[in-house]
C-alpha cells in the first residue's frame, strides 16, 4: 500500500489526485505519525518525518513533482519486471498511446503523426525508469514504420495488434485507438530497430487522392511526391507546396 505522509497541503492535494486518477489503494497520515500496517511506499517531502517500516520504501518529492513521485511508487509497488514503463502504441493518422507502469495505466493520449514521437519521448523522460519500452502496432504499415523509424534511444518491439481493439458500445465513440494501444502495450513481440516498407500502388493513391482535397487549387501531387509522403520523407503540407513550386517554375519557363 502507498502511505501519503506530507504537511504539505498543496503536495498532498496533487498527490492525492494523482492516485485516485489511477485507482491506486493509498491512505494518508500526518507527518510524523506511524504508517499502518501493510505500508510499502511512503510519500513524503524533505522535511516531513516518518518512521519507515523495515520492508518500505520513501519517494522524497518537492511539491512540483507530484506526478513522477506518484509514478516512482507505483513503480516501487509494483516491483521487478512488472514495474516495468511500457508504452503501447495503435498506428495510425492519429495514433492512440498509452503509458504503463506495471499493469497501472499512468497517460493515455491521441494526437496527430507528426507530434506522435515527440509525445512519447516526453511522457518517457518523466517517469523513473531506466529501461522503458514502446510496442508498436503491425497495422497501419506506413504510418507504424515512421514511429518505429523515428523512435530513436529507447527500445521498440513490434506487436501483432489483431483482436486489440475493443467493441465499443454508445457513448465510447473515439476510445478506441486508446483501448487499443493499452492491449497492444500488454503483449510482447518482436524487437526491432528499423521497418522499410514500399507503398502500394493503393497507398500512392489515397495519398494523391488527399492532396487533391486539400489543395485550393484543386490540383494533384504526382505519385513521386505521394510516395515520399508515404515513407514519411515529406508531409502532404510539404508536399503539395513543392508541387505548387515546381508548377510555378514550369509556368514562369513556358
Known amino acids: 500500500m502507498i502511505v501519503v505522509a506530507t504537511d504539505d497541503f498543496e503536495l ?128 497501419a504499415r506506413l504510418q507504424g514504420a515512421q514511429l518505429v523509424n523515428d523512435l530513436e534511444d529507447v527500445a521498440v518491439e513490434l506487436v501483432d495488434e489483431a483482436g486489440t481493439t475493443p467493441y465499443l458500445g454508445a457513448g465510447a465513440r473515439g476510445m478506441g485507438d486508446i483501448l487499443a494501444a493499452v492491449n497492444i502495450a500488454r503483449r510482447s513481440g518482436e524487437v526491432i530497430e528499423t521497418r522499410t516498407l514500399e507503398p502500394t500502388a493503393g497507398e500512392i493513391q489515397r495519398i494523391k487522392d488527399r492532396s487533391r482535397q486539400m489543395a485550393r487549387e484543386n490540383r494533384t501531387i504526382d505519385a513521386k511526391l505521394a510516395r515520399r509522403v508515404a515513407i514519411g520523407e515529406l508531409t502532404l503540407t510539404e508536399a503539395l507546396s513543392r508541387h505548387r513550386d515546381d508548377s510555378d517554375t514550369h509556368t514562369e519557363s513556358d
Open 12 to 139: 498532498y492535494h496533487d498527490v492525492v489526485g494523482e492516485l485516485r486518477d489511477r485507482d491506486v489503494r493509498f491512505t494518508t497520515i500526518e507527518s510524523g505519525a506511524d504508517p499502518p500496517p501493510g505500508t510499502r511506499v511512503v510519500i513524503r517531502t524533505p522535511s516531513d518525518t516518518i518512521s519507515l517500516p523495515p520492508d518500505a520504501e520513501s519517494v522524497v518529492v518537492a511539491g512540483s513533482e507530484a506526478r513522477r513521485a506518484v509514478e516512482s511508487a507505483v513503480s516501487i509497488l509494483r516491483g521487478g519486471d512488472d514495474g516495468r514503463t511500457v508504452v503501447g502504441v495503435d498506428p495510425g493518422s492519429s495514433p492512440g498511446i498509452a503509458i504503463l507502469v506495471g499493469d497501472e495505466i499512468i497517460g493515455a493520449f491521441q494526437v496527430p503523426l507528426s507530434e506522435a514521437v515527440g509525445t512519447i519521448k516526453s511522457e518517457l523522460t518523466d517517469v523513473d525508469d531506466s529501461d522503458p519500452i514502446v510496442r508498436v502496432g503491425n497495422g
